[in-house]
């Protein structure tokens, strides 16, 4: 037998709801911001994000999947989405229209991670990009958005972590710092930070190991080296925070694993912390568009998990609303009522009306079991006497409460 492969997993439609729920709370809340959808290729040319996510990242290094199609050409399966709106932004002309664009995106995304809770191969985004304005009036308007998605969706003591990692003319001091800091400790740091320490020494900072973590809680704060510019924009993003009535606590540890992030990173956990907990995360990445071949562009975006959305939607037990089943089941007994009901079940769906139809051939206690199984709200009866009288004999599900009625009122009556 064949199973899925590890680390994905299917949605089977008990769960469907849970999905519709997230999707259509992220629709709104992409109208009340005036976003609008993009939908990018599951698949890009490779080096799109090797240059954009960053060559010492662990996506790039170990977590791609990478292939070469029949012509040869170099691919991958996104594992972000914020390249491929960049890209997409680019390609269309979009720097060429009113900024800032803004644009959201339910996406596939494909890591080749260890899976466990909340950690799979290939897991679902919903992602937001707001590119081409600087000011940090829209940092704290995109982390209202994250904040209030997750109210909206109706989860429960969420916490949000906000850091600035400053920009290309103050980083550079807070890496030397940083690095000479470390190497008086890599006796005791894990191998992958020893390895991190030249390529991608930012990340040391948020390692979950005892030693590095311990050492992480010492190291140089990227806030202590801001130059003036990206001290005034992370000030002002915190004192927007505090008008819109969003709690944030300052992390000096977050750095986020992509390379493109510039000043302000966020991210949103649940109550119930675990290694791999976020909710969703994001940031400004003011220089990834020129990185990509356009003219210098700010912009700031975020993405969530929407598997660890569901989780989390499960565990604190929010109510969510079922798809509703079908109204309607039309059991018939004899053949010449199979036909009749064939024509009805077409009638009713083409007025709109959901129906189940029997296939016939069992007994109608039988027929009104499957009836119940399906949970649907009505059963239409067509036996020898409602065909004469051109009749259904309608039963309530839930009461068993019957009544004969003719067929041409049967819409009406359900509609
Ligand atoms: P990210 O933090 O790598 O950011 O991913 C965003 C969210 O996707 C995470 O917070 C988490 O909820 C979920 N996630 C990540 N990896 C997995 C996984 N293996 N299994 C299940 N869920 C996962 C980004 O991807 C950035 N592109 C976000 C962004 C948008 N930054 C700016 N704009």
């Not at 995360?281 to 990509?292: A, F, S």
């Not at 356009?294 to 700031?300: M, S």
């Not at 409602?386 to 019957?402: C, D, F, P, S």
Request: with cysteine; aromatic share 8%.
């Amino acid at each position: 037998m064949y199973k899925s492969p590890r680390g994905t997993a299917d949605i089977l439609p008990e769960d469907q709801h849970y999905w519709r729920h997230i999707e259509t709370r992220a629709m709104e809340i992409g109208r009340l911001y005036g976003y609008q959808r993009v939908d990018t290729p599951v698949f890009e040319e490779a080096g799109l994000f090797t240059r954009s996510i960053g060559e010492g990242t662990d996506i790039v290094t170990k977590e791609m999947y990478v292939f070469k199609d029949q012509s040869g050409n170099n691919l991958a399966l996104r594992p972000e989405g914020t390249a491929p709106v960049c890209r997409a932004y680019l390609e269309h002309g979009m720097a060429n229209i009113t900024q800032p664009v803004k644009l959201y995106y339910f996406a596939a995304i494909f890591r080749y991670e260890r899976p466990q809770a909340g950690r799979y191969r290939q897991h679902y985004q919903f992602g937001c990009e707001a590119i081409g304005e600087a000011a940090p009036t829209l940092d704290a308007e995109v982390i209202d958005m994250a904040w209030r998605f997750f109210i909206l969706l109706g989860l429960k003591g969420i916490t949000l972590q906000l850091n600035s990692i400053g920009c290309k003319s103050c980083r550079p001091k807070h890496l030397e710092v940083l690095r000479r800091y470390y190497t008086a400790e890599v006796s005791g740091l894990c191998a992958d930070c020893k390895t991190r320490l030249e390529k991608n020494t930012l990340r040391l900072l948020d390692c979950k190991k005892p030693f590095c973590q311990d050492a992480a809680e010492k190291a140089p704060k990227s806030s202590d080296y801001l130059c003036q510019e990206c001290g005034d924009h992370f000030e002002s993003v915190k004192k927007y925070l505090d008008i819109l009535n969003i709690p944030f606590q300052v992390n000096h540890r977050l750095v986020r694993g992509l390379d493109y992030y510039t000043r302000t990173v966020f991210e949103v956990h649940p109550p119930e912390e675990a290694a791999q907990s976020a909710l969703g995360g994001g940031g400004r990445y003011d220089n990834l568009i020129e990185q990509l071949g356009g003219k210098p562009t700010p912009a700031i975006g975020f993405a969530t998990g929407m598997e660890r959305i569901v989780l989390n939607l499960k565990r604190q037990e929010v109510f969510v609303p079922e798809i509703p089943s079908p109204k309607l089941f039309i059991a018939c007994l004899g053949d010449e009522a199979k036909l009749i009901a064939m024509r009805l079940a077409s009638d009713l769906r083409q007025q709109h009306i959901s129906v189940l139809m029997s296939s016939g051939g069992k007994s109608l206690k039988a027929q009104l079991r499957q009836a119940n199984d399906f949970a649907v709200d009505y059963a239409a009866i067509i036996g020898e006497d409602e065909i004469k009288n051109h009749a259904v004999t309608l039963r309530h599900m839930a009461t068993g409460e019957q009544q004969t009625i003719p067929v041409d009122k049967l819409a009406q009556l359900l509609g």
